[in-house]
């Protein structure tokens, strides 16, 4: 029931751009803090970006300060996360996560960043 869909991933060349989305179904989506985290093989999962459940707070990993962006509309039940200026290091999955008394998880969406 209960649903958070990871889309928008794909192979990208160094310095481009991803848009990715996540689509939520099965909750309140308006009352979740929802955050994109990301894992890279042999790597903990780390926390990329994080916005308020009414989106008027945001916050970053160092790492992606100032080149990743987090959204959310709340009207249409989705988060993205914009992603300019990509570096290899940037290569994980990239999950979506959602938080108010309980938590959600996504599935995953695949980010390579190679030339």
């Known amino acids: 029931q209960v649903q958070l869909v990871e889309s928008g991933g794909g192979l990208v060349q160094p310095g481009g751009s991803l848009r990715l989305s996540c689509a939520a179904s099965?909750?309140?989506?308006?009352?979740?803090?929802m955050s994109w985290y990301r894992q890279a093989p042999g790597k903990e999962r780390e926390l990329v970006a994080h916005?308020?459940?009414?989106?008027?707070?945001?916050n970053y990993a160092d790492s992606v300060k100032d080149r990743f962006t987090i959204s959310r509309d709340n009207a249409k039940n989705t988060v993205s996360l914009q992603m300019n200026s990509l570096k290899p290091e940037d290569t994980a999955v990239y999950y979506c996560?959602?938080?108010?008394?309980?938590?959600?998880w996504g599935q995953g969406t695949q980010v390579t960043v190679s030339s």
């Open positions: 996560h959602g938080r108010f008394l309980n938590e959600y």
């Open positions: 916005i308020t459940n009414t989106g008027g707070s945001t």
């Open positions: 099965g909750f309140t989506f308006s009352w979740y803090a």
